[in-house]
């Protein structure tokens, strides 16, 4: 591919021009990707050292925290770094890793996110079934394809993104290397990959969407018959796995549904689900999860070195 590329690196034009805007973004994502580190550590570590990790629900959830942080480790330390820089520069072989490894992570999370939505269906919808259906052989095997799922959506979306040739300009306007800034650099008539590019991720994104939707409703529908005390506790695990879902799913489909073009508010959306989502999943299973908040003052009195962690 070297012989039809000009191009041996791109600039990012980042999320502004303005230094004083990029010192504030600097502090804040900043903090955000330190909030990030902690907060998924934290749920993963504090569930592998407890009992929790015998429940597939927390199984899941463990691995989503660990695909969340290898996620949001694939933009925002450099969008942290390059918000300082006064010249962006990512090489070529940077540019296409980085898409490979965001999308990789970011399909991992979408499969694990279905897998969670059909562990709720089955323990509410088909709770005596429930452990033949959710065995540990089974989250094995959704997390293994899980991972299988997400290697050929990044596989799919890096041949799209590697076959193109680019020839100038090779300024990125956005602050990581995604495909749809991309296709506005190659030098050819690039409608068909961009159809390509929908299919792969708006249209996957869109269907796996209305899967997740579908699956809360028909939740949501069978506890209509459950006592008031089971009602509100499924109410309150399933909410929490409503709300990523939407936080993490509007932004992604505004961005990948539609045809192959870029807008400016491209970059506020992408924030969404490679920094916000990553950042607020951690609070959102564990505020109103007695049994996760428990894990983790359990863990922290092991660390701190109390006695009382009943």
């Known amino acids: 591919m070297e012989n039809r590329n000009n191009i041996t690196e791109f600039i990012l034009l980042g999320l502004s021009q303005k230094k004083e805007i ?5 502090l804040l994502f900043l903090l955000c990707y330190i909030a990030i580190l902690i907060g998924n550590l934290l749920v993963m570590i504090s569930i592998i050292c407890s009992q929790l990790i015998n429940h ?3 199984f899941f959830l463990s691995f989503l925290s660990l695909a969340d942080l290898c996620y949001t480790s694939t933009v ?7 918000l300082l820089s006064e010249k962006k520069v990512i090489s070529y072989n940077g540019c296409m890793t980085q898409l ?3 999308h990789f992570f970011g399909g991992i999370e979408v499969f694990i996110l279905t897998g969670m939505a059909y562990d709720r269906y089955v323990a509410i919808c088909k709770p005596l079934h429930y452990t033949l259906l959710m065995s540990r052989w089974k989250c094995d095997a959704i997390l293994a394809a899980s991972c299988i799922g997400g290697f050929l959506h990044s596989f799919g979306q890096f041949l799209l993104a590697i076959v193109l040739p680019y020839c100038g300009p090779n300024e990125i306007d956005h602050f990581f290397c995604d495909v749809y800034p991309l296709l506005k650099l190659a030098c050819k008539d690039t409608s068909r990959i961009g159809l390509l590019v929908v299919a792969n991720s708006g249209l996957m994104g869109l269907v796996t969407f209305v899967v997740l939707l579908v699956s809360y409703a028909v939740i949501l529908y069978t506890i209509r018959s459950y006592s008031a005390e089971n009602r509100h506790k499924a109410l309150s695990t399933c909410s929490s796995h409503i709300t990523v ?4 799913f509007a932004p992604l489909l505004f961005i990948y549904i539609r045809p192959a073009t870029t807008l400016p ?4 959306f992408a924030l969404f689900y490679t920094v916000f989502a990553p950042m607020l999943n951690p609070l959102i299973y564990t505020l109103r999860n007695m049994e ?4 983790i003052r ?3 009195c092991h660390v701190m070195g109390s006695k009382d962690i009943n």
């Open 22 to 26: 990029e010192v504030l973004c600097f």
């Open 56 to 58: 597939p629900m927390y």
């Open 76 to 82: 925002t330390p450099k969008l942290i770094i390059d």
């Open 100 to 102: 490979f490894t965001m």
């Open 245 to 248: 879902v939407v936080l993490f």
């Open 265 to 268: 508010e491209d970059k506020v």
């Open 292 to 295: 996760m908040k428990n894990a």
């Open 298 to 300: 359990k863990f922290w």
